[in-house]
């Protein structure tokens, strides 16, 4: 039947007060619930207070439906970090710092104004809805480069090869040849 070990809140913390397991603890052994929110009384193990982990967590969730999630207490709460378990999905709400190198191996999607920034200023913008990219600082091109498009230089311009012109040319200025 049920054990029930219970301390007043009021209480001072102290090993007189705590449930102490030194060896293993297992818990759901011939039953596994599946709860949908942290707070289900359809659960195995409910902790209502802090808990430390000293060593690694693993997380077997393998099965189709089974999670990971972060930030669903109550039924109607939406999971704000959730690692779908069979797959390896994992969906973000909310901001995501990384601290260290990055590194993809497959399509990046980004559905938003995409931006590498220096503190608040853009170094590197495009737009989602126009496509249209603003680069500060120098562009360097070592492979073909294809301009389906009108090409407009605002500055000088040096070309360190031979320009081939294959449709006619218009100059509305002074045309300089040294050589």
């Known amino acids: 039947g049920p054990l029930e070990i219970k301390d007043s809140a009021t209480e001072t913390e102290s090993r007189l007060n705590w449930l102490r397991v030194r060896y293993r603890g297992r818990f759901g052994d011939s039953y596994q619930a599946s709860p949908s929110y942290a707070s289900h009384n359809f659960s195995t193990l409910k902790a209502h207070g802090g808990a430390g982990i000293m060593k690694s967590l ?54 938003a104004d995409f931006a590498v920034r220096n503190g608040t200023t853009d170094k590197f913008f495009v ?12 562009l360097t091109a ?22 081939t012109v294959a449709n006619n040319t218009e100059i509305n200025g002074t045309l300089d040849v040294d050589a």
């Not at 439906?65 to 970090?81: I, Y």
């Not at 690692?83 to 497959?106: M, P, S, Y």
């Not at 070592?142 to 320009?163: I, K, M």
């Open 127 to 138: 737009d989602n809805v126009t496509g249209n990219t603003n680069i500060e600082g120098t």
């Open 142 to 163: 070592d492979g073909h480069t294809e301009l389906n498009s009108t090409l407009n230089v605002d500055s000088n311009t040096t070309l360190g090869g031979t320009l």
């Open 58 to 111: 693993y997380v077997g969730a393998t099965g189709s439906n089974e999670r990971f999630a972060v930030g669903k207490l109550n039924s109607g709460d939406t999971e704000k970090f959730t690692v779908i378990g069979a797959t390896g999905n994992t969906t973000i709400q909310g901001t995501l710092l990384v601290e260290d190198n990055v590194n993809f191996n497959g399509t990046l999607d980004v559905d």
